[in-house]
């Protein structure tokens, strides 16, 4: 039988304080979530740390729809997760920008193991 999860929606601030180019990390609901505004345009999160060896992905380059990792220079689509230069993925959350500017970020209520599997996978649990 599938697993159902429910999300609940996270008001972050306002988009503005994350300068175009750059990301952010947040403390939500016991997770720590990067968000990105690149330059291409779009707003994503993503897990804060690289899974190959737990790298601050907001300290990285974030170029198009992409981010590298300040540490050992993976390279990820911020879109999708997956990864570009590397062979681990990251956990993408589901972000937006309301009308009034604001960052609402949506988590599934109970904790995703997948971002634990993936570190784990990767080496660094």
Not at 51 to 66: E, K
Not at 67 to 87: E, M, Q, R, Y
Request: aromatic content about 6%.
């Amino acid at each position: 039988m599938p697993e159902t999860t429910t999300e609940t929606e996270y008001l972050l601030g306002p988009a503005d304080a994350i300068p175009v180019g750059e990301g952010r990390e947040f403390d939500v609901a016991g997770r720590r979530v990067a968000v990105f505004r690149p330059r291409a345009g779009g707003v994503y999160a993503t897990q804060a740390d690289c899974p190959h060896r737990a790298g601050p992905l907001v300290d990285g380059l974030v170029g198009g729809t992409t981010v590298i990792c300040p540490l050992h220079a993976w390279k990820f689509d911020l879109s999708t997760g997956l990864p570009v230069f590397g062979n681990c993925g990251l956990t993408v959350h589901t972000v937006r920008v309301t009308d009034d500017g604001t960052l609402a970020l949506r988590l599934a209520s109970e904790l995703d193991t997948t971002e634990e599997a993936t570190k784990v996978a990767c080496g660094t649990s």
